[in-house]
């Protein structure tokens, strides 16, 4: 320890130690060429030679001639080839524009300013369709309710089947798997086949008055005349909940539906959930059993948790996400990718949780004429608004 401090303190050894420093250093860059930009921006080459003398020179300019003619031209063709990839993608960009504007991705914005404001045919048929449909349905439900089972059947199916042709060709078909469309399902097997299955009733009531009918807020479907495909999306909510309550108030006549039934608590949580797990697990069976090859070779085929987790601006994705965060799994910012088991598990559980939480008004409704009426009339008004 005294050796140490006295040496410390001693200037001559000190200036020693800097010296073997310095001559370790110079030893290190022996043989070694830098380069640097003088004041008159012409580069100089410095070479420490291996017996350590600097020497200093400038270096001449390169022609072009001195470039092998290989390496130019692979250049060159690299350079057409980002200038082709440029304009490909700038044409693709402009074609989706120019698709969304005037609806043909071959006709240019001014051309489509220039022309006479036209009303689509198919925007004419499908709003005449859409107001025969309200007018038809009005009718049938207050004059001829029996009738109105098979019109529901008949109607929907026009409707579903125009959907998967038209969803098959931007590969959204799969959409048709999600929850709704099963409920619907399960309400024509009930209401066409098994009438006095009591439960089963039940179930789907509870599913289409609440889950069903609460898809027309979150989902903010639209009565839209001039759109067949959101006539499609609102009819498919709001058909269900409508033939359930002409079936549950006797409007439909239905021997085994009494008018002073209720639904029990146990029944309530029982009996939709049922009919829930057998979706869940066909829902899977399907997409990550029957189609998981054919979805991992085509990421462009879209189902629900591939749309929403892609959806950025979608307030379920957002929701989900916000959950992740303050549970820990997930960082802000993080992306969600669709094909993870993160993101699967976490759209099924919110859609659970979903289900669980809209099921709750729906004994009240089952037990009240007027409450269920208003509450009709309250969710369609939105789809309307």
């Given at each position: 320890m005294?050796?140490?401090?006295?040496?410390?303190?001693?200037?001559?050894?000190?200036?020693?130690?800097?010296?073997?420093?310095?001559?370790?250093?110079?030893?290190?860059?022996?043989?070694?060429?830098?380069?640097?930009?003088d004041?008159?921006?012409?580069?100089?080459?410095?070479t420490?030679?291996?017996?350590?003398?600097?020497?200093?020179?400038?270096?001449?300019?390169?022609?072009?001639?001195?470039?092998?003619?290989?390496?130019?031209?692979?250049?060159?063709?690299?350079?057409?080839?980002?200038?082709e990839?440029?304009?490909?993608?700038?044409?693709?960009?402009?074609k989706?524009?120019?698709?969304?504007?005037?609806?043909?991705?071959?006709?240019?914005?001014r051309?489509?300013?220039k022309?006479?404001?036209?009303v689509?045919?198919?925007?004419?048929?499908?709003?005449?369709?859409?107001?025969?449909?309200?007018?038809?349905?009005e009718?049938?439900?207050?004059?001829?309710?029996?009738?109105?089972?098979?019109?529901?059947?008949?109607?929907?199916?026009?409707l579903l089947?125009?959907?998967?042709?038209?969803?098959?060709?931007?590969?959204?078909?799969?959409?048709?798997?999600?929850?709704?469309?099963?409920?619907?399902?399960?309400?024509?097997?009930?209401?066409?086949?098994?009438?006095?299955?009591?439960?089963?009733f039940?179930?789907?009531?509870?599913?289409?008055?609440?889950?069903l009918?609460?898809?027309?807020?979150?989902?903010?479907?639209?009565?839209v005349?001039?759109?067949?495909?959101?006539?499609?999306?609102?009819?498919?909510?709001?058909?269900?909940?409508?033939?359930v309550?002409?079936?549950?108030?006797?409007?439909?006549?239905?021997?085994?539906?009494?008018?002073?039934?209720?639904?029990?608590?146990?029944?309530?949580?029982?009996?939709?959930l049922?009919?829930?797990?057998?979706?869940?697990?066909?829902?899977?069976?399907?997409?990550?059993?029957?189609?998981?090859?054919?979805?991992?070779?085509?990421?462009?085929?879209?189902?629900?948790?591939?749309?929403?987790?892609?959806?950025?601006?979608?307030?379920?994705?957002?929701?989900?996400?916000?959950?992740?965060?303050?549970?820990?799994?997930?960082?802000?910012?993080?992306?969600?990718?669709?094909?993870?088991?993160?993101?699967?598990?976490t759209?099924?559980?919110?859609?659970?949780?979903?289900?669980?939480?809209?099921?709750?008004?729906?004994p009240?409704l089952?037990?009240?004429?007027?409450?269920?009426?208003?509450y009709?009339?309250?969710?369609?008004?939105?789809?309307?608004?």
């Open positions: 005294q050796d140490n401090s006295r040496s410390e303190d001693d200037p001559s050894e000190n200036t020693k130690s800097v010296m073997d420093t310095t001559l370790d250093k110079l030893r290190q860059i022996k043989g070694k060429v830098f380069h640097m930009i004041g008159n921006n012409q580069l100089v080459r410095f420490f030679g291996k017996d350590g003398q600097l020497s200093l020179e400038n270096v001449p300019r390169i022609h072009l001639s001195a470039i092998p003619t290989k390496m130019l031209e692979a250049g060159k063709e690299m350079k057409d080839k980002m200038r990839v440029r304009k490909d993608t700038q044409g693709r960009a402009q989706k524009w120019r698709k969304a504007v005037t609806g043909d991705a071959e006709k240019s914005v051309e489509h300013m022309e006479v404001p036209q689509k045919m198919i925007d004419k048929i499908s709003f005449t369709f859409g107001v025969l449909c309200i007018c038809g349905s009718w049938l439900a207050l004059r001829k309710p029996d009738w109105f089972p098979l019109y529901y059947y008949a109607f929907m199916s026009v089947v125009w959907r998967f042709i038209a969803y098959s060709r931007d590969k959204y078909q799969l959409f048709m798997l999600d929850f709704c469309y099963f409920v619907n399902l399960s309400v024509v097997l009930q209401t066409a086949f098994f009438p006095s299955n009591i439960n089963w039940k179930a789907n009531y509870i599913l289409c008055m609440g889950p009918m609460f898809a027309i807020v979150v989902w903010k479907n639209s009565l005349f001039h759109s067949l495909d959101k006539l499609t999306s609102f009819f498919l909510h709001a058909f269900p909940p409508l033939t309550h002409l079936l549950r108030w006797g409007l439909i006549h239905n021997p085994s539906v009494l008018a002073d039934d209720f639904i029990a608590p146990v029944e309530v949580l029982l009996l939709p049922g009919l829930y797990l057998c979706w869940q697990l066909g829902y899977w069976t399907i997409t990550e059993g029957a189609l998981r090859s054919q979805l991992a070779n085509d990421p462009d085929m879209i189902t629900s948790v591939r749309y929403l987790a892609r959806d950025r601006k979608n307030g379920f994705r957002n929701l989900c996400m916000s959950l992740l965060c303050w549970l820990g799994f997930s960082q802000p910012g993080e992306g969600l990718d669709p094909d993870s088991f993160k993101a699967k598990v759209f099924a559980v919110t859609q659970l949780i979903y289900t669980l939480i809209t099921i709750i008004p729906t009240f089952y037990s009240s004429y007027s409450l269920s009426c208003i009709l009339m309250l969710l369609y008004g939105f789809g309307t608004w």
